[in-house]
């Protein structure tokens, strides 16, 4: 039998300290990059840690026992995560998004939540706050978590069938623990919650009219998730991607379907709504629809690496600064110099030249700065 070998990039201590400029310019809300993209959004990844293997982000063949996950210390505290956040939202951040690994892995990860939640937008507004999890814990979690101060919670599923979800979470993990956390969710108002399906060719391919039909009414969102090529361990490969003009004429045929406007500009996913009013969809194209052009998301790693694109070759140390003693003025220029030098748009790039961009470049893997 021919051993697979699988390349992946450890970045997570090959990362530049950022310059701290010798004018401290102050926060103004209005901070944008080299593409007129402000900066809207941060993705915080509390952990590198998650219950589940799924082939698309954390295999086994990578993520096995001797895997070594970061220690304890490695990790942001919560003061550290806060007191971060104040920075972007200084800039200009609105939302904020609670990822991993599976952030509820996290201990007493409600406690961050208060402390975020308290936290107001640059203009004095309730903060967007969010997370993505993959829902297994999410009935014991959800009415703790709202009584925190999460706003909404996004759950990550690829299949309604049993046997085909287990293989693709791969710990033999069942799917109605996942739809009692989604449920439990909704009933304690952590909504409306979304339904994140990742779509691979010949692996789940078959579940998208069945997951469309079973979401169709109800108050969850379903989106749709071109399978994409994050990172180096999942061997990705253009002709596993369903695209989502497919996946929207697949459900249309069945149950006719007509576009609507974005919530907001940089929303990622294109929404389309039911033409009997039951509901809407939404699918993310990031293969082949790139979106690069109102990218206005920026991500941490769990131990405080600053990420300007999902597909990054490499991040920015703002532990560094913080553990050093630098003051919030100091943090928040070097951070206003980082997105304004930001050029990222590796998915209009792959778009030019899918399969030589993707092979050539090794990223980050998505397990370590969340999706």
């Known amino acids: 039998m021919t051993e697979r070998f699988i390349p992946v990039a450890d970045l997570r201590y090959l990362q530049a300290v950022p310059h701290i400029p010798k004018t401290l310019t102050p926060a103004t809300g209005l901070l944008s990059d080299q593409l007129a993209r402000p900066l809207r959004d941060l993705r915080i990844s509390v952990t590198d840690r998650c219950n589940f293997r799924c082939v698309y982000c954390m295999p086994k063949e990578v993520f096995d026992k001797d895997y070594q996950f970061l220690p304890q210390s490695s990790l942001l505290s919560f003061e550290e995560i806060t007191r971060v956040a104040k920075i972007f939202i200084a800039h200009g951040v609105e939302k904020i998004r609670l990822t991993g690994g599976e952030p509820l892995l996290r201990k007493h990860i409600e406690k961050l939540i208060e402390m975020l939640a308290s936290l107001t937008t640059h203009n004095g507004k309730p903060l967007d706050l969010t997370m993505t999890t993959n829902g297994s814990l999410l009935t014991k979690k959800a009415q703790s978590l709202k009584d925190a101060g999460l706003g909404r919670v996004t759950v990550s599923l690829d299949s309604l069938d049993d046997a085909t979800f287990k293989r693709m979470n791969d710990v033999d993990f069942p799917v109605s623990d996942v739809l009692d956390g989604i ?113 206005n998301r920026a991500r941490l790693s769990t131990e405080g690496k600053l990420f300007t694109c999902l597909f990054a070759t490499g991040g920015h140390d703002l532990r560094a600064l913080l553990r050093a003693g630098h003051s919030d003025e100091e943090i928040i220029a070097a951070v206003a110099h980082l997105w304004s030098q930001r050029d990222d748009r590796y998915s209009e790039l792959r778009t030019i030249n899918t399969d030589g961009l993707a092979r050539a470049v090794r990223k980050v893997e998505m397990s370590y700065i969340g999706g």
């Open 183 to 295: 449920e439990a969710a909704h009933r304690v108002g952590l909504g409306p919650v979304k339904v994140n399906m990742v779509v691979k060719h010949g692996v789940n391919d078959q579940e998208i009219v069945p997951m469309a039909r079973y979401f169709k009414g109800s108050p969850a969102i379903l989106r749709f998730i071109e399978y994409m090529d994050v990172g180096a361990s999942n061997g990705w490969k253009m002709d596993e991607v369903i695209p989502s003009a497919e996946v929207v004429r697949r459900i249309s045929e069945q149950t006719p379907l007509e576009e609507v406007e974005p919530n907001y500009t940089g929303e990622t996913a294109e929404r389309w709504r039911y033409v009997d009013g039951s509901g809407e969809i939404g699918v993310i194209s990031s293969v082949t629809q790139a979106f690069c052009s109102d990218c």
